[in-house]
């Protein structure tokens, strides 16, 4: 590696691209009665930019160029699932029958889009082994919001007011906690065992009657079956508590085992993770959640639903219902349809056969990289693992050296870095999720730029503490950003 120039370019905005009386549209001939706008409506005051199409096309075109995306490179982002994206996903969501519905329509004339619902939801029931489904929440934290408000309500109903503990494993998501607590529960922390397990003895001694329940990832963050997991779910049940699933490391297990086989009450999905959608840079989302048939009159209405069976000569007519227990609405509308339908597509393109596939492949590219690195990084939780596993990214013999600046210094090869500093029990975390969609030629080029920066920590570390070299953008300071961040690089003259 040669090149390091640092140089920083500061791309312009449209603003300062602006040129006076420059124009990039042009209106057809007024084909409507002419009407005045009011006068108070009208400014002269506001500075739009004045830029030709070519120049607005090229400006927004080299800007994406300057981002890491999915479609430019490898993006093993732990826990996120950030596969490739199909583009037949795109092409369907935006089939006109779907993208330009209204959800206030007669609901006689969008039948295709809640038939597509409906279908959905029977899909995810399949794959889970769910009874019931909501498509509503908007992300895989609104869908734990939800499936713990309806393991609230559930305690309630029974007249089990006692119920206000949530027990969360050590190594979950901070979603996990934060839902909870904004169900106005108690947190209980459980640690993990040295399998990286949940410790059984810590888990029996909560389970009383204040429990409410718990909330497991299995996979778990550190890309581990839990072992325990029949345990844990009985223990639990025997309780009286339920067991809430966080699904999003579905990618893992897709038609190899259901959650609610392995004895799951409720858990969530992420839609735009498992079932593709691209998710970099914070969304639409979709976190449908599926409950057992105890849970499944406190969902969250509208469901789409059958109500009236169709035949040979007439399809059946879909209506949304609500039902009877609800726990209410957590989103306008039906949530996120146009994630639906990308969901939807990736499901019927795969097939049970192709998703279970997909499965093993993310499972079988993990364990692949897991075994090449493992010379070379320590894995502090060494078993076969699942769609991801955690290496440290720190060595003894070279002290100043960091996961961050080997996550640093894997953007130089092209890269994006793996998850960095989460789950909070490994020190140094490197959390590395390859899932299917790589090569062996990818997951190869990303091992060699591994172990090749493993050798320069400890003869070059510099190298690595002033890295990124080849990125648009060279280190930021990460802290300064955050405090005193700056949205508006550009402001209009006064
Ligand atoms: C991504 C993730 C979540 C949160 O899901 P969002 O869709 O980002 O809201 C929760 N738990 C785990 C383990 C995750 O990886």
Known sequence: MTDLSTSLKIEPTVFELSSPGRQGHSFPELD????????????DDLPLPELAEVDVARHFTRLSQLNHGVDTGFYPLGSCTMKYNPKI?????????????????????????????????????????????TLQPAAGAHGELTGVLIMRAYHRARGDDRRVKMLIPDSAHGTNPASSAMSGLEIVEIPSDTRGNIDLAALRAECDETLAGIMIT??????????????????VHEAGGLVYGDGANFNAIMGISRPADCGVDVLHFNLHKTF??????????????????????????????????????????????????????????????????????????????????ASEHAVLNANYLQARLRDTYKIPYDRIC?????????????????????????????????TNYFPLIVPEALMIEPTETESKETLDAFADALIQ???????????????????????????????????CCWLPEK
């Open 32 to 43: 409507v009665p002419h009407a005045e706008i009011p006068k108070s409506l009208l400014r």
């Open 89 to 133: 996903n795109e092409a369907t969501s935006r089939l006109p029958g779907f993208a330009n519905i209204h959800p206030l329509q007669p609901i006689e004339t969008v039948q295709g889009a809640i038939g597509l619902m409906f279908e959905l939801q029977e899909w995810l029931k399949e794959i889970s082994g769910f009874a019931g489904i």
């Open 218 to 235: 299995n996979p778990n963050t550190l890309g581990l079956f839990d072992e325990n997991l029949r345990q844990v779910c009985d223990c």
């Open 276 to 357: 593709s959608t691209p998710h970099g840079g914070g969304g639409p989302g979709s976190g449908p959640v599926g409950v057992t048939d105890e849970l499944a009159a406190f969902l969250p209405g509208p469901i789409a639903a059958i109500v009236e069976e169709g035949d040979d000569e007439e399809p059946p007519l879909y209506g949304l219902v609500t039902p009877e227990k609800s726990i209410g609405r957590i989103k306008a509308f039906h949530g996120h349809f146009g994630v639906m339908t990308r969901a939807y597509t990736y499901i019927m393109m795969l097939g049970g056969e192709g998703l279970r596939a």
């Open 386 to 418: 699942m769609h991801e596993f955690v290496a440290e990214g720190h060595w003894e013999d070279a002290p100043d050296i960091h996961a961050l600046d080997i996550s640093k210094r894997l953007m130089d090869f092209g890269f994006h870095p793996p």
């Open 453 to 487: 920066i493993a050798e320069e920590a400890r003869t070059q570390p510099d190298l690595l503490q002033t890295a990124p070299h080849r990125t648009p953008v060279g280190r930021l300071d990460e802290v300064k950003a955050a405090r005193e961040l700056v949205l």
